[in-house]
């Protein structure tokens, strides 16, 4: 069983940074493909990014693309998301999702963090 642990949200201006971090247990983390997902009031929860387990390909939404950066660092079991030039679009709370193969949908995720508010304002 994998369990996953978000770090790193908050409050920041419009055109600032976060980085999110999740810390993974329980299972073989260099196995696992790492995605974020995130889930405004009253929507769904979207694709934000993913990487594969092998670390060589990530994806992003179109929304995202050039702002934000996934990467993982696997002697610490923790992928990480790099969010500069935030809007105030990005404001929603930000999962960290595990499983074997990188999806874009929620339900093909086996392991789920809490989740981490993220709040811009503008």
């Known amino acids: 069983q994998v369990q996953l642990a978000e770090s790193g949200g908050g409050l920041v201006q419009a055109g600032g940074s976060l980085r999110l971090s999740c810390v993974a247990s329980?299972?073989?983390?260099?196995?696992?493909?790492m995605a974020w997902f995130r889930q405004a009031p009253g929507k769904g929860r979207d694709f934000v990014a993913a990487?594969?387990?092998?670390?060589?390909?990530?994806y992003y939404a179109d929304s995202v693309k050039g702002r934000f950066t996934i990467s993982r660092d696997n002697a610490k079991n923790t992928v990480f998301l790099q969010m500069n030039s935030l809007e105030p679009e990005d404001t929603a709370v930000y999962f960290c999702?595990?499983?074997?193969?990188?999806?874009?949908?929620?339900?093909?995720?086996?392991?789920w963090g809490q989740g981490t508010q993220v709040t811009i304002s503008s």
């Open positions: 990487d594969s387990w092998s670390g060589s390909d990530t």
């Open positions: 999702a595990a499983g074997p193969m990188v999806r874009y949908v929620d339900y093909e995720y086996d392991y």
């Open positions: 329980g299972g073989t983390f260099s196995r696992l493909s």
